[in-house]
């Protein structure tokens, strides 16, 4: 039985998660989600799964969340034993040049800005399915 992959994402847009939903669906990737709205609740999942505990294909993370930042979470991650070779990616609505580059230098697999329309949001959907697919 194939087993099917979990991504992590930390977002705490209620509308940008329904959207990753929708993107997950119109490009027929079939996932678990782990959603978490803030930093800190993303944390704490991290943590507790370092040891024992699921261990999600892909990360995807927003650069702006309350309490911890996506930059934090992505420099856990690549600090971590167990999640340290993971994908991660940073999926923002920043067009700041330095959020791209700092986030490529603490090890994002890769940088994707929002779309400003839902017909190019859902495209995420696609790339997320390209990503899963080198693992």
Same mark, same amino acid.
């Given at each position: 039985?194939?087993?099917?992959?979990?991504?992590?994402?930390?977002?705490?847009?209620?509308?940008?998660?329904?959207?990753?939903?929708? @993107?997950?669906?119109?490009?027929?990737? &079939?996932?678990? *989600? !782990? %959603?978490?709205?803030?930093?800190?609740? $993303?944390? +704490?999942? =991290?943590? @507790?799964?370092?040891?024992?505990?699921? &261990?999600?294909? *892909? !990360? %995807?993370?927003?650069?702006?969340?309350? $309490?911890? +930042?996506? =930059?934090?979470?992505?420099?856990?991650?690549?600090?971590?034993?167990?999640?340290?070779?993971?994908?991660?990616?940073?999926?923002?609505? +920043?067009?700041?040049?330095?959020?791209?580059?700092?986030?490529?230098?603490?090890?994002?697999?890769?940088?994707?800005?929002?779309?400003?329309?839902?017909?190019?949001?859902?495209?995420?959907?696609?790339?997320?399915?390209?990503?899963?697919?080198?693992?």
């Amino acid at each position: 039985m194939h087993q099917r992959p979990a991504i992590f994402l930390a977002e705490d847009s209620p509308a940008d998660v329904y959207l990753f939903r929708e @993107a997950l669906k119109a490009h027929d990737v &079939e996932t678990d *989600l !782990f %959603v978490f709205h803030d930093g800190e609740t $993303a944390m +704490s999942f =991290l943590l @507790a799964a370092e040891d024992n505990g699921p &261990e999600p294909q *892909l !990360f %995807v993370l927003d650069l702006s969340l309350p $309490a911890i +930042s996506g =930059l934090a979470l992505l420099r856990h991650l690549r600090a971590s034993k167990r999640f340290a070779d993971s994908l991660v990616i940073i999926l923002t609505s +920043s067009d700041d040049p330095a959020d791209r580059t700092e986030s490529l230098k603490f090890g994002a697999t890769c940088f994707l800005r929002k779309a400003d329309n839902v017909a190019d949001f859902l495209e995420i959907g696609r790339d997320i399915k390209a990503i899963l697919r080198l693992k």
